[in-house]
């Protein structure tokens, strides 16, 4: 089945470090990719979607580009704030399936000023 | 920017005993969904509502579970009878019935079943 794989369980950075947090894929149609961020006692919030090769999605400062030939849609930031410090989720939406979201692990990001 | 209820937050019952877990969506979407979280594990797809009806479930969504939103009032959620298995969190989301739609998530329902 469609299933979505983040490699890094938690991150730790510094104010102004660049970020990556790996995301690949694998689905058995084209689905569209999401990144949500999830901030202490709330639910995931939107942060942005690709549903094309080659599209990039971007919000916030954060970024991502799908890649259908490596299957990856890497979140990447330029320079975190500490107000960045999350837990984000790659997803992976099925339209086949009435929009069902399949999701990562989740990669908690801690930034320290 | 639009919110999503859910009701109550935290709920402690005894395992072979029924609960209803409550959801207030966005206005205006017509898509609902519940996920399940278990401490420490990823969100997990429960079931989708559309129309008065389940588009779409995982096999998460045992025979004890059971999904309604009477006259468009809360989106439910009811477990019953409930297993120690069902601890978790329980979120609920709602989106257009655009394909992939933004979803917009609740704050979750903590469960556990003693």
């Known amino acids: 089945g469609d299933s979505v794989t983040q490699t890094e369980g938690q991150v730790a950075l510094s104010e102004e470090d660049f970020l990556t947090i790996h995301c690949n894929y694998s689905a058995s149609g084209y689905p569209a990719l999401f990144w949500y961020v999830q901030y202490p006692g709330e639910g995931p919030q939107f942060l942005f979607r690709a549903s094309r090769d080659k599209e990039k999605g971007s919000s916030r400062g954060f970024e991502a580009t799908y890649d259908k030939g490596t299957t990856s849609f890497h979140l990447r930031k330029a320079s975190v704030q500490e107000s960045d410090s999350a837990v984000y989720y790659c997803?992976?939406?099925?339209?086949?399936?009435?929009?069902?979201?399949?999701f990562g692990s989740g990669t908690k990001l801690t930034v320290e000023p | 920017g639009p919110k999503v209820l859910q009701i109550p937050s935290h709920q402690i019952i005894d395992m072979g005993q029924m609960v209803t877990l409550n959801c207030d969506p966005v206005s205006n979407h017509l898509y609902f969904y519940w996920y399940k979280q278990i401490l420490g594990q990823q969100m997990e797809f429960l079931v989708n509502?559309?129309?008065?009806?389940?588009?779409?479930k995982s096999k998460l969504f045992k025979d004890q579970f059971s999904v309604e939103r009477p006259d468009g009032s809360y989106f439910t959620l009811k477990i019953q009878p409930t297993a120690l298995e069902d601890s978790a969190v329980y979120f609920c989301?709602?989106?257009?019935?655009?394909?992939?739609?933004?979803?917009?998530f609740g704050p979750g329902t903590r469960l556990t079943v003693l």
């Open positions: 989301a709602s989106s257009l019935p655009d394909n992939y739609a933004e979803q917009f």
């Open positions: 509502f559309y129309n008065g009806k389940v588009m779409e």
């Open positions: 997803a992976l939406g099925d339209r086949s399936n009435y929009n069902v979201l399949y």
